[in-house]
Every structure is written in structure tokens, then in C-alpha cells.
Nanobody, 124 residues
């Protein structure tokens, strides 16, 4: 059974930092692409950052230079380090996983098969 469980969310002041974690099980983690998405109230879910096997990363323009995605393959855990947070970063954050295929749109929802339940980040 595939499981993705996010943690690390909470309330933070503008300019602060938060690190999200996504613990995974039930699929061959090392060969899967992983990503973070977010959804603010009244808005569509959007891709924030993605990492494919081998380490290439992709970021939304709105978070480049502030957010860093990383993964620990031994721990089967995905991370999102978020710095210089802004109120517009307030959202539910989700991690997602998909078997790697070349040329997929790694910041779009349709590229992913498995999803976590989300963790809330509130910036004020």
C-alpha cells in the first residue's frame, strides 16, 4: 500500500522558514519522481518544486531562490525547505509521487499518481 505522509507545517511569520517532510512507503522510491504542490483557498493546486531520480530539480518561478527540494533515499523521505516566506505562500502543501518517465511535466498534477493528505502552512 502506497503511503505519503506530510509533516512540518504550521504558522510562521513573514520572512521566516519552515521545512516540510514527506515520509513514504509502498513503492520503489528511488526510481520515482517526487514533488511538492500547494493549494490556497479558492485557488487551483499548483506545482511548487519537483525532483526526478538523478537529482534534477524544477521550481515554480514564484519560489525560485527561496525554496529547496531535496530527498533522502535511505530514509525514503522528501523535504521542502522554505525560506523568506511570504503571506502568499499560505496554502495546504502536498507531496506527490510518480514512476519516472522522460519528458513528463513534473510541475503539473497530471504527471503524478500518488498523493499525500497535505500539511498546512500559514504565513502572517
Amino acid at each position: 500500500q502506497v503511503q505519503l505522509v506530510e509533516s512540518g507545517g504550521g504558522s510562521v511569520q513573514t520572512g521566516g522558514s519552515v521545512r516540510l517532510s514527506c515520509a513514504t512507503s509502498g513503492y520503489p522510491y528511488n526510481s520515482y519522481s517526487m514533488a511538492w504542490f500547494r493549494q490556497a483557498p479558492g485557488k487551483e493546486r499548483e506545482g511548487v518544486a519537483a525532483m526526478i531520480p538523478g537529482g534534477s530539480t524544477f521550481y515554480a518561478d514564484s519560489v525560485k531562490g527561496r525554496f529547496t527540494i531535496s530527498r533522502d533515499n535511505a530514509k525514503r523521505t522528501l523535504y521542502l525547505q522554505m525560506n523568506s516566506l511570504k503571506p502568499e505562500d499560505t496554502a495546504m502543501y502536498y507531496c506527490a509521487a510518480a514512476a519516472y518517465r522522460s519528458s513528463r511535466p513534473w510541475l503539473l498534477e497530471r504527471a503524478y499518481t500518488y498523493w499525500g493528505q497535505g500539511t498546512q502552512v500559514t504565513v502572517s
